[in-house]
């Protein structure tokens, strides 16, 4: 029984260059949240997507930060022309409905240089 | 939107000891807290949760209590051992999905 799997664990970006953070979801779940963390900081959330629709982004940069979560395949967290503040570790969590608990991916962890 | 608090920011105590952390919540909409335990270079694992029809919850050695009229939760941890040195956050939400998280409490078991 696999749980949230997160690729890559490690990314080292440029500045100005794209990251592409994927999530794949438990099995069964349909629910994906993406939460970012900064050293010795809680966890913020993002944004949560159920296939193919962003429920609530609220969390989320207005600009450079995109998510989606299509049909097939797993959940992308895009972040366009990195800057060095978006160095930070990102989990996604999944969850079977939105009132279930949620499971945390072991994270990637990003550093813009 | 809802604000968490949590202290201490670190714990340490001696194995066998027992861990109290303790977290408040600004919004009384809340109705969900649960609790993660997070081990170096990993993801939050889900220890323990409660909703707020009720008062305690206990699995094993983990207990959390749920106080609404103040706003505050704990979770307490008995017989500590070696393997739950972590870092705890607490989190509460309206639902399950949009978590408030604290700032994390690093606890250490001195063997």
């Known amino acids: 029984n696999a749980g949230v799997m997160q690729n890559p664990r490690h990314l080292v970006r440029r500045r100005g260059q794209e990251a592409r953070l994927r999530c794949s979801p438990m099995?069964?779940?349909?629910?994906v949240y993406w939460y970012r963390q900064l050293p010795e900081e809680g966890l913020k959330f993002m944004v949560y997507l159920q296939k193919e629709n962003i429920i609530d982004e609220s969390g989320m940069p207005k600009e450079r930060f995109s998510a989606e979560f299509p049909k097939e395949g797993p959940s992308i967290l895009r972040i366009q022309q990195v800057v060095r503040g978006d160095s930070a570790a990102y989990f996604c969590?999944?969850?079977?409905?939105?009132?279930?608990?949620?499971?945390f991916g072991n994270g990637t962890r990003l550093t813009v240089t | 939107g809802e604000n968490v608090e949590q202290h201490p920011s670190t714990l340490s105590v001696q194995e066998g000891d027992s861990a109290v952390i303790k977290c408040t919540y600004s919004d009384s909409a809340s109705n969900y807290f649960p609790w993660y335990k997070q081990e170096l270079g990993k993801g939050p694992q889900l220890i323990i949760d409660i909703r707020s029809n009720v008062g305690e919850k206990k699995d094993q050695r983990i207990a959390v209590t749920l106080n609404k009229t103040a706003k505050h939760f704990s979770l307490h941890i008995t017989e500590t051992q070696p393997e739950d040195s972590a870092v705890y956050f607490c989190a509460a939400s309206k639902g399950a999905n949009n978590l408030f998280f604290g700032t994390g409490t690093r606890l250490t078991v001195i063997p």
């Open positions: 099995k069964g779940h349909s629910h």
């Open positions: 969590a999944s969850s079977s409905d939105r009132n279930s608990p949620l499971h």
